[in-house]
Nanobody, 123 residues
Framework: QVPLVESGGGLAQAGGSLRLSCTASGPIFSYWAMGWFRQTPGKEREFVAAATYGDGQYYADSVKGRFTISRDKTKNTVYLEMNRLKPEDTAVYYC?????????????????WGQGTQVTVSS
């Protein structure tokens, strides 16, 4: 297991912004992808965004144009800038790490997961 430290969750108003951070322990430059998923009660965890080692960016359709993922490989850290938040964005957000380029980035088949951080957006 790789410990993941997440931060940045909280309460925001609709139209507002939040910035999530996640830092993974382990050798630097070693993880192919880091991403974000979210989950609400009674629903499956869903893909939000991912960043590859080559700085490729991938987003769920529901957040395209509003969320931006970035990665600092020297710090093993991934960020999720969430703008123009909607009440539908309310969920527990999970950081995830994929070690090698042999998985589907949009699936839940990542190697390591954080504990999650709550994001609540009021209308």
């Amino acid at each position: 297991q790789v410990p993941l430290v997440e931060s940045g969750g909280g309460l925001a108003q609709a139209g507002g912004s939040l910035r999530l951070s996640c830092t993974a322990s382990g050798p630097i430059f070693s993880y192919w992808a880091m991403g974000w998923f979210r989950q609400t009660p009674g629903k499956e965890r869903e893909f939000v965004a991912a960043a590859t080692y080559g700085d490729g960016q991938y987003y769920a359709d529901s957040v395209k144009g509003r969320f931006t993922i970035s990665r600092d490989k020297t710090k093993n850290t991934v960020y999720l800038e969430m703008n123009r938040l909607k009440p539908e964005d309310t969920a527990v957000y999970y950081c995830a790490v994929m070690r090698h380029a042999d998985k589907d980035l949009m699936s839940r088949d990542y190697d390591y997961w954080g504990q999650g951080t709550q994001v609540t957006v009021s209308s």
